[in-house]
C-alpha cells in the first residue's frame, strides 16, 4: 500500500503542538513498567529465552497491550523488554539499553548467549576475509574482534556484561546478568553476575 499523501508526524510525540519531553518520559515509564532487558539471538531456536528470562526473574512477558476508551494501544502490563541481535552480542544492543533506560527505566540488563548458536560457525577473521574476498569491503576496524563471533561461551559472556557496565548510557544502578540457554533443554544457566553499584 501507498501513501504518498499520509501525514505520519501525527503518531510522532515529538511533533505534536503541546509536546513537553519531560511529561511524555513520565507518561511511558507509568504505562510501560520496565525491571529488565533482555539481550538475545535472532535464531528462531531461541524464541524461548524471553518466557525463560521472565520466569527466572519473576518478570511479565510478553505481558498485554494497555489500550483507552478507543483501542488505542497505551501501554503494556509486560515488565520485559527483548533485544534481538544476532548472537545475542551485546555490541549491538547498547543504544538500546540507553534509550530503554531513558524511556522506560531499567533495573536489570540480561545478556543470553545459546547453545548451537551459529556466532560459533565462524571466526572474527574469516568473516573479515569473506567480505574482503566475497563482497570487496574491509570490515577489519568495524566492530571489535571479541564481539563479532562466540568461540567461547563464557568469554563471550563476560566480554558482553563488561562491554554493557563499561558504556556511559548504562546507569551504576542496574545489575547485569550474563546467561546461556540450551536450545534443546530449554535451560537457562547463570555465567556472569555483575550486581549494581552499592548493592
Not at 519473576?58 to 502490563?77: I, K, M, Q, R
Not at 531499567?106 to 548451537?116: F, G, Q, S
Amino acid at each position: 500500500m501507498n501513501a504518498p499523501d499520509k501525514n505520519f508526524d501525527t503518531y510522532a510525540f515529538s511533533k505534536q503542538p503541546d509536546y513537553d519531553e519531560k511529561s511524555v518520559r513520565k507518561a511511558f515509564a507509568e504505562l510501560m513498567p520496565l525491571n529488565t532487558i533482555v539481550i538475545y539471538c535472532y535464531d528462531p531456536r531461541a524464541t524461548g529465552i524471553p518466557a525463560a528470562v521472565a520466569e527466572e526473574f519473576g518478570d511479565t512477558y510478553p505481558g498485554e497491550v494497555v489500550t483507552d476508551a478507543d483501542g488505542n494501544g497505551l501501554g503494556t502490563t509486560a515488565t520485559m523488554l527483548g533485544v534481538v541481535v544476532a548472537g545475542g552480542r551485546a555490541v549491538d544492543a547498547l543504544r538500546s539499553i540507553t534509550v530503554g533506560q531513558h524511556l522506560l527505566g531499567v533495573k536489570n540488563i540480561v545478556v543470553v548467549h545459546h547453545t548451537h548458536c551459529g556466532a560459533t560457525s565462524y571466526t572474527a577473521d574469516g568473516i573479515v576475509d569473506a567480505f574482503k574476498h566475497e563482497h570487496g569491503a574491509d570490515i577489519s576496524d568495524l566492530y571489535q574482534h571479541e564481539s563479532v563471533c562466540i568461540s567461547d561461551y563464557t568469554a563471550s559472556l563476560e566480554h558482553d556484561t563488561k562491554l554493557v557496565r563499561a558504556s556511559a548510557g548504562t546507569p551504576p544502578h542496574v545489575n547485569i546478568y550474563g546467561y546461556l540457554y540450551d536450545i534443546d533443554t530449554l535451560e537457562l544457566t547463570r555465567v556472569v553476575e555483575d550486581p549494581a553499584a552499592g548493592a
